[in-house]
């Protein structure tokens, strides 16, 4: 069963959109067959489309871990701008 997942991120700040874009990347590439992830900065919104042809929890499982990566990303530059 293909399942698909899209996400909306918007801020007025489009640097932390293009941040956010930059630490996402690297883990969405190389990505086990079956399994598909599209990223696109638009204005100052990152659109994430997670799409998988395996088992609905994998989906889950995937955008959960993405989830999280945002988080760790949002407090990275928080600490970051507190420090500047």
Avoid at 9 to 37: M, R
Avoid at 51 to 68: A, G
Wanted: proline share 2%; net charge negative.
């Amino acid at each position: 069963m293909r399942s698909k997942i899209t996400l909306e991120l918007t801020s007025s700040d489009q640097k932390l959109i293009k941040a956010l874009y930059d630490a996402l990347y690297p883990d969405n590439i190389n990505l086990p067959e079956g399994l598909h992830i599209r990223m696109e900065c638009v204005g100052g919104s990152l659109l994430l489309e997670v799409e998988s042809e395996f088992r609905f929890e994998t989906l889950i499982s995937t955008v959960e871990e993405m989830l999280e990566d945002i988080h760790s990303a949002l407090a990275s530059l928080n600490v970051v701008k507190a420090n500047a």
